[in-house]
């Protein structure tokens, strides 16, 4: 059984950074491309961000220049550094193995919130 436990989320303020882990176990981590999803209130869940097994990575636009995704395939990590947070960040992110690009593979796990004030 997949299992995907997001951590790291807390509240910071604009201009602030997070870093964002994901620790996934139940599958063969570095045959799988994985990437970050997030859902802000009231709002459907967006894909943010890929890492390849090969490393190449794929970012949103509204992200692109701030967020830079990595995966320690040893640990069987997926890590999210976020830098220059801005209020409109504030979301629950969500990891998971991917298909064709953005499609999510597994169950979703919990999540971590994330929240950028003002």
């Known amino acids: 059984q997949v299992q995907l436990v997001e951590s790291g989320g807390d509240l910071v303020q604009a201009g602030g950074s997070l870093r964002l882990s994901c620790a996934a176990s139940?599958?063969?981590?570095?045959?799988?491309?994985m990437g970050w999803y997030r859902q802000a209130p009231g709002k459907q869940r967006e894909w943010v961000t890929t890492?390849?097994?090969?490393?190449?990575?794929n970012y949103a636009d509204s992200v692109k220049g701030r967020f830079t995704i990595s995966r320690d395939n040893a640990k069987n990590t997926v890590y999210l550094q976020m830098n220059n947070l801005k209020p409109e960040d504030t979301a629950v992110y969500y990891c998971?193995?991917?298909?064709?690009?953005?499609?999510?593979?597994?169950?979703w796990g919990q999540g971590t919130q994330v929240t950028v004030s003002s």
């Open positions: 998971n193995a991917i298909i064709l690009t953005s499609i999510p593979r597994f169950p």
């Open positions: 139940g599958m063969f981590f570095s045959d799988n491309a």
């Open positions: 890492i390849a097994t090969g490393d190449n990575t």
